[in-house]
């Protein structure tokens, strides 16, 4: 299991509690199966069509006793596959890092070119599915990160290889490219978030055995587990181990709520809780992937946490506070310093829309294009600000070093607010978020 929370801040049992279920683990994604034959648009876009079935929930008879766990199986094991990644081994004469094991044969590497040195190389295992007849698997970026070969295995046992069409290590999400498979089974993403208990299915590679199933229910939603920019998760109990990461999870309509990315454990292997990326997110990061191979994020240049009344009445907001988010600082030469805003703003809307803490602002700011303008509702000391700016792109996006303080600027927090934010002076601890 690789440990994803080395910087969250959290206490090292729970740092240690958590870890990736990937780089040979993970949780499988369900997804409504259809063939291609049942569905008259053809390529990419048809399991992405969030009009089917995208405020259907589960029937009430399916609500009133055991699903029919076969059926639905059925219709959407097909569409998943096993995924075997080699990678250069980093562990020479050492140990193998968990879910990898040393190469096999069955893989084949690029050689080296004359003169440069062999490294020998890893097998990492984890899951994906098929989101298009004609052969696109969407999996977890961990599982395939720093890959060599990758192949996909589907549910005939067959082996394809696949090429890496993009990676997005902030949603830890990619997308590949099986080659010589003709149409496929492939699942939709579900056009609905799963309500709080309802069943669910995972189906994965869990230490390479393949096609196996779980099942479960959602145990909570929009979980915080500091891993990326998207910490929005959802938590589900049905069993996952090393080699389920990337697969999906399904509601009962055979539709993907969730790409499975880790699980909380003390021992490192599955104790019920594990966390899948919403099919929301899916949706949006997987379409940029395919369409420009990257996915482009708007950037503010702020660094948040949550509003809370406490801290909102030590600022001198002058105003109830029950929610928003509030600016630790702005960064030098970003976008908010530019509009002027400054450390102990509250954003209460952005585009009208009510912000309810600084996770949902940085999800809705990385949701917008470089480039689009918005409007901030600001409450600066009892005072309700209106303020536009245009994003820009992160600067590591642009290839320059990421943002920070540089001297004095305007808006940036003094002493007496530093205080009150207890933000130490060189931070080594996770006290913000950057948007």
């Given amino acids: 299991m690789i440990n994803q929370f080395a910087a969250s801040g959290r206490s090292a049992a729970w740092r240690n509690a958590v870890v990736a279920a990937g780089a040979g683990t993970g949780l499988v994604l369900l997804g409504g199966l259809v063939w291609p034959q049942a569905d008259t648009r053809s390529g ?39 995924v075997r990644v080699q990678i250069e081994d980093e562990t020479v004469g050492g140990e193998v890092p968990p879910g990898r094991s040393r190469s096999s044969p069955s893989l084949r590497a690029p050689r080296e070119g004359p003169g440069e040195p062999h490294r020998p190389l890893a097998v990492s295992q984890g899951s994906g599915f098929f989101i298009s007849a004609d052969g696109y698997v969407v999996t977890t970026q961990h599982v395939i990160n ?25 949603s830890d999400l990619a ?18 978030p799963p309500r709080i208990g309802e069943w669910v299915l995972a189906i994965g590679n869990p230490f390479g055995l393949g096609g196996t199933v779980t099942a479960g229910i959602v145990s909570a939603r929009s979980r915080d587990i500091k891993m990326g920019t998207y910490n929005d998760y959802i938590q589900i109990d049905a069993p996952m181990n090393r080699g389920n990461s990337g697969g999906p999870t399904f509601d009962m309509n055979g539709e993907v709520i969730g790409v499975n990315s880790a699980i909380f454990s003390p021992t490192g292997g599955s104790i ?14 997987v379409g940029q992937l395919k369409e420009k191979g990257a996915v482009r ?12 009344e406490e801290t909102a009445q030590g600022l001198g907001a002058g105003a109830k506070v029950t929610q928003g988010a509030l600016i630790v600082e702005p960064l030098l030469n970003s976008p908010a310093a530019r509009a002027g805003l400054a450390a102990g703003d509250i954003i209460t809307t952005l ?4 912000i309810k803490d ?23 000391k009892g005072e309700m600000l209106t303020i536009t700016l245009s994003l820009d792109e992160p600067p590591a996006s642009r290839g320059e070093a990421p943002a920070g303080r540089r001297g004095q600027q305007r808006g940036q927090a003094t002493p007496a607010v530093r205080r009150m934010l207890e933000i130490e002076p060189f931070p080594n601890r996770r006290l913000e978020l950057r948007v």
């Fill in 272 to 285: 019920g809780i594990g966390f899948a990326i919403p099919a929301d997110i899916v949706r949006s990061v």
């Fill in 175 to 192: 997308l590949l490219k099986a080659e010589g498979v003709g149409d496929v089974p492939f699942v939709r993403l579900a056009g609905r």
């Fill in 44 to 82: 990419f876009l048809a399991g992405f069509d969030p009009s089917v079935h995208a405020q259907t929930p589960p029937s009430a008879e399916s609500r009133g006793a055991l699903p029919d766990f076969p059926d639905i199986v059925d219709r959407v094991k097909p569409a998943v596959v096993g």
């Fill in 351 to 354: 585009n009208d829309e009510p």
């Fill in 297 to 308: 994020r708007g950037w503010i240049g702020i660094k948040v946490r949550p509003a809370t």
């Fill in 146 to 170: 720093n890959g060599k070969v990758i192949e996909v295995t589907t549910d005939d046992r067959k082996t394809h290889p696949a090429r890496l069409i993009g990676s997005d290590d902030k």
């Fill in 358 to 380: 600084d996770r949902e602002l940085i999800r809705k700011i990385a949701d917008l294009a470089p480039g689009t303008p918005v409007k901030l509702g600001v409450l600066r």
